[in-house]
């Protein structure tokens, strides 16, 4: 069994999560073989590696971030993904209803688990499996990034209350299908998935499997009234909101009069103009027993 593994996932975490593995494995008498990452993007030559000889599974062990690597080196190659999501974030495991910072239950999910197939998002080139985005969220991952002595919700938790001292609005026009939008905003987010941040669950209507991305727009607020809204932005209750609307698109297109840089799942990413895009059941993923009928979300 392949393991594309990041030690320092989770503020450092991943290489007790991984010696936990080891341990599993040699109990129940599996042969592992373990590449470990040793800088960033090498998860995705591993798992570009990996599918270039053959594999038909591959297991990530580590965030959301170490997932999104994996997930460009395996594009257009048909290789079946399990997760072991012991990240800071975990956003896609959340969102699968996988578990979190639990590797006996997550490999219990891989030897029991079913495949579906979901979509995924692609920016210039770049593919994406929760959220991308422009504005408050880049400042929140500046700011969390400098957060050093907590983990998880907590770390994203005071990233945000940081950035919000650096809120600002910002100008941009978003092209969806054949309409278009021009806005001072507090930020744009193209999401896949229904969470982003460590739980906050900004897009509550998306779907992995719908064959669409979720554009959510949120106008330019203060920083009370962010603050304010953060508790309904964690149950999904915020859709209410005045300043907040949400699309369902195919193709989105993103610009402005200065560049913007971006964000690309919970990573700083490029500069504006952003040229995005779905692919519909790209990606195949073990998840945990569910019915026939059922979306996931």
Known sequence: MRII????AGRGDGQE?????????QRKSVSLEILITRYPGHAAELAQR???????????????GTISEVVNGLAGASVTLGIISVGTGNDFARSLQLPVRNPQRAW??????ITTQLDIGECDGRYFISSYGVGFPVEAIKATSRTLLFKGS??????????????????????IGEFSIEKDCAFVLVQNTPYLGGGLRVAPRALLDDGFLDVVVVEALG?????????KVYRGRHENHPR???????????????????MCDGELGGYTPSSIRVHSSALQVIVGSRNGDQRVS
């Open 108 to 113: 219990d999910v891989i030897e029991t688990g």
């Open 17 to 25: 999560y991984l010696k936990q593995i080891k341990g599993l494995a």
């Open 50 to 64: 990996a599918a270039e000889a053959g594999a038909e599974i591959v297991i990530v062990l580590g965030g959301d």
């Open 244 to 262: 907040f609307s949400a699309f369902k698109a195919k193709k989105v297109i993103i610009s402005s009069r200065e560049k913007l840089q971006t």
């Open 223 to 231: 920083r009370l009234q962010i603050l304010a809204n953060l508790p």
């Open 154 to 175: 907590v770390a994203f938790f005071l990233g945000v209350l940081k950035a919000l001292w650096r809120l600002q609005s910002i100008p941009v026009r978003i092209e």
């Open 5 to 8: 593994a990041n030690p320092t």
